[in-house]
T-cell receptor, first 108, second 112 residues
């Protein structure tokens, strides 16, 4: 069964803190997406990666294929980073299975 | 702005009715995906089209159908609507598969 699990479900942080969100999956995937969903509902694709590490500004995503695990890191967190972060595994024929999301709140 | 356009943004309709949601992908993107996000189920993959052909199917009900037209826009048809179909419906597009997908703003469907 294709499964994607995220932790933690909820996360609060003070502005400036380093944040890590974890994602693990049960069977092999061809790629993994990290998405950000703001309170208004819109979804933004942050990263798609199939190996190694990607960085964009203060966001870093890593994936370890052998351990079936990915992490999203936010450095120097800011209140505007408050959102739901969702990982999604790309399983055969491009079918996306989503994690349940991590709700992040960053306080000033 | 992702470049993916969904219409309408909001839709309120009664049980038993049929609605059509529309998605225009980013210019040059051949793949269109449909997703449903409800409060109790989270985000779920419904269906994917690539260059007019159905490519992958997820948890799509038989009452739902979709198609992708020659100009690559896509429509999701929901019929015999039930209260439980109330959700946010997202469309996303990508150049091919295993490539980054860009999401539309979603259509919020409320069935009363």
């Amino acid at each position: 069964k294709n499964e994607v699990e995220q932790s933690p479900q909820n996360l609060t942080a003070q502005e400036g803190e380093f944040i890590t969100i974890n994602c693990s999956y049960s069977v092999g995937i061809s790629a993994l997406h990290w998405l950000q969903q703001h309170p208004g509902g819109g979804i933004v694709s942050l990263f798609m990666l199939s190996s190694g590490k990607k960085k964009h500004g203060r966001l870093i995503a890593t994936i370890n294929i052998q351990e079936k695990h990915s992490s999203l890191h936010i450095t120097a967190s800011h209140p505007r980073d408050s959102a739901v972060y969702i990982c999604a595994g790309v399983f055969d024929t491009d079918k996306l299975i989503f994690g349940t999301g991590t709700r992040l709140q960053v306080f000033p | 702005d992702s470049g993916v356009t969904q219409t309408p943004k909001h839709l309120i309709t009664a049980t038993g009715q049929r609605v059509t949601l529309r998605c225009s992908p980013r210019s040059g993107d051949l793949s269109v995906y449909w997703y449903q996000q409800s409060l109790d189920q989270g985000l779920q993959f419904l269906i994917q089209y690539y260059n007019g052909e159905e490519r992958a199917k997820g948890n799509i009900l038989e009452r739902f159908s979709a198609q992708q037209f020659p100009d690559l826009h896509s429509e999701l048809n929901l019929s015999s609507l039930e209260l439980g179909d109330s959700a946010l419906y997202f469309c996303a597009s990508s150049v091919g598969w295993y490539t980054e997908a860009f999401f539309g703003q979603g259509t919020r469907l409320t069935v009363v």
